[in-house]
């Protein structure tokens, strides 16, 4: 079982950063794959970013292209995701988690969200 625990969520005025990070507790995590998913309210989990396991290779949905950047410390079993020129359309919980893909089902673990709130 591999836990996650999300943080750096905040509020922001339009324009301003944030900086994510998520911790995993396996030691093999410099194996997988990891993701950054969103979810507004009403809204269905969002695809946000992913990072291969060794960090050299990243993709991101078009939404947040050239804003977002992921990246990732295996020493430290940690992923982050900078986020930069926040939009109001970006508040929601951001949640990290195990696996490589686009869908959410492409991922097994999840951490607990970290709510990120943009301001006009």
């Known amino acids: 079982q591999v836990q996650l625990v999300e943080s750096g969520g905040g509020l922001v005025q339009a324009g301003g950063s944030l900086r994510l990070s998520c911790t995993a507790s396996?030691?093999?995590?410099?194996?997988?794959?990891m993701g950054w998913f969103r979810q507004a309210p009403g809204k269905e989990r969002e695809y946000v970013a992913r990072?291969?396991?060794?960090?050299?290779?990243?993709y991101y949905a078009d939404s947040v292209k050239g804003r977002f950047t992921i990246s990732r410390d295996n020493a430290k079993n940690t992923v982050f995701l900078q986020m930069n020129r926040l939009k109001l359309d970006d508040t929601a919980i951001y949640y990290c988690a195990v696996g490589y893909g686009s869908r959410a089902s492409d991922y097994s673990y999840w951490g607990q969200g970290t709510q990120v709130t943009v301001s006009s």
């Open positions: 396996e030691r093999t995590f410099s194996r997988f794959g």
């Open positions: 990072i291969s396991s060794s960090g050299s290779i990243t």
